[in-house]
Nanobody
Framework: QVQLVESGGGLVQPGGSLRLSCVAS????????MGWYRQTPGKQRELVAAIRSGESTNYSDSVKGRFTISRDNAKNTVYLQMNSLKPEDTAVYYCNANKKLSAQINQNYWGQGTRVTVSS
């Protein structure tokens, strides 16, 4: 059974930092692109950052220079270091694992989400 378990969310003041972690169990991790998404009420889930198995990364414009995604393949874990947090970063953050198996088939998994609240 595949599971993605996030942790590290919480309440932080503007300008503060948090580090999110996502541990993957089952047969996934290496070979998968790992991503962090976030969602606020009434809005679509949006990509925050992603890291491929070769460790190339991409970020949304809103977090570039403030957030860093990394992965530890030995621990089946992906991290999101979030610095200089802003109230608009408040959201539920979801871990995602994705692998393209063929032109038509993607294997896609989600964690249960961890809430991040940035407020004074």
């Amino acid at each position: 059974q595949v599971q993605l378990v996030e942790s590290g969310g919480g309440l932080v003041q503007p300008g503060g930092s948090l580090r999110l972690s996502c541990v993957a169990s089952g047969s996934i991790f290496s070979g998968y692109t790992m991503g962090w998404y976030r969602q606020t009420p009434g809005k679509q889930r949006e990509l925050v950052a992603a890291i491929r198995s070769g460790e190339s990364t991409n970020y949304s414009d809103s977090v570039k220079g403030r957030f860093t995604i990394s992965r530890d393949n030995a621990k089946n874990t992906v991290y999101l270091q979030m610095n200089s947090l802003k109230p608009e970063d408040t959201a539920v953050y979801y871990c995602n694992a994705n692998k393209k198996l063929s032109a038509q088939i993607n294997q896609n998994y989600w964690g249960q989400g961890t809430r991040v609240t940035v407020s004074s």
